[in-house]
């Protein structure tokens, strides 16, 4: 076994406490789980209007949204997030125990969303404003791709502060043993931060540098880049975390998150393609 095993920063899963509150309501706990949604979704808004707010990255005459349209943008988009992240994690991980209890799909405060769930909840919503706006889907989707890695890092490190998603067992000199009791005591992969590295932090790089490149120039290409991208790196993460042996293993190595996420690299390298053979951006 390891003998140097980094101790878990143990950090208090509520950021900040909110009371007394007045009636005798208690308090209102706002915790890092909570926050990484909010943070991401707010920086994620402030990072869309800089970039429409900039021609350089846009063709001449190129349609896009204009900042309050982002404003509206980043709502449909968060309610599409929401849903579909909780939807997803219920119907997908655990829908006997939510058949039983069905009150308990609401108690979004107790944990329990799915990154897939909510990548189709926020598709739903980027087609819902496109079609109100009257504006190109896939430009849409661009703007939601390049600012989502910000989500996915808070989202990632949430997680580890939770702590929630730890890796599988290992030896390796940066093993940590996690505090729940479910960890079984045992130093293993920090593996929220190796997601928080390549989904949120590198995958955000590289989506800045495809910005800066044009990539908005060629609608669907950032689109591609992210779905190409997070696939690929959700899937190697998944060989070091550890899964649900009811809910996620399924066999043979494989891993619902596998499974779940292929198809999503698959299809950025579709978007990849078809965006890369358009001459212009009205074809």
């Not at 009636?23 to 909010?38: E, K, M, N, T």
């Not at 969303?113 to 990548?119: D, I, P, Q, R």
């Not at 043993?177 to 590289?206: K, N, T």
């Amino acid at each position: 076994m390891s003998i140097l095993i980094i101790p878990f920063p143990v950090v208090d899963p509520v950021a900040i406490d909110i009371g007394p509150l007045p009636f005798g309501l208690g308090s209102l706990p706002l915790r890092w789980y909570a926050l990484a949604y909010i943070g991401g979704l707010v920086f994620a808004w402030l990072y869309m209007r800089f970039i429409v707010a900039r021609d350089v990255f846009w063709r001449k005459n190129q349609p896009r949204p204009s900042s309050v349209q982002v404003d509206d943008l980043i709502v449909y988009v968060a309610f599409g997030v929401i849903i579909g992240g909780r939807l997803g994690h219920v119907l997908i991980y655990d829908p006997k125990h939510f058949l039983h209890h069905p009150l308990e799909v609401l108690m979004l405060w107790r944990g329990g969303m799915a990154f897939h769930g909510g990548f189709l909840g926020a598709a739903i919503g980027m087609a819902l404003f496109a079609r109100a706006e009257n504006l190109p889907l896939p430009t849409a989707g661009d703007l939601c791709a390049i600012t989502a890695p910000i989500g996915l890092l808070l989202g990632r490190i949430a997680n580890f502060i939770k702590p929630e998603l730890w890796g599988r067992p290992t030896e390796v000199p940066w093993a940590m043993v996690f505090p729940d009791p479910a960890a079984g005591g045992l130093p293993r992969h920090p593996s929220q931060l190796y997601e928080a590295g390549l989904e949120g932090l590198a995958l955000g790089l590289i989506l800045w540098v495809a910005l800066r490149a044009g990539a908005l120039k060629r609608p669907g290409l950032a689109t591609g880049i992210f779905c190409l991208g997070y696939g690929l790196a959700r899937s190697f993460c998944e060989f070091f975390r550890e899964p649900d042996p009811d809910q996620e293993a399924l066999g043979n190595g494989w891993t619902m998150g596998m499974a779940l996420s292929l198809p999503i690299a698959i299809a950025g390298l579709v978007f990849i393609g078809l965006a890369l053979r358009r001459r212009s951006v009205t074809a």
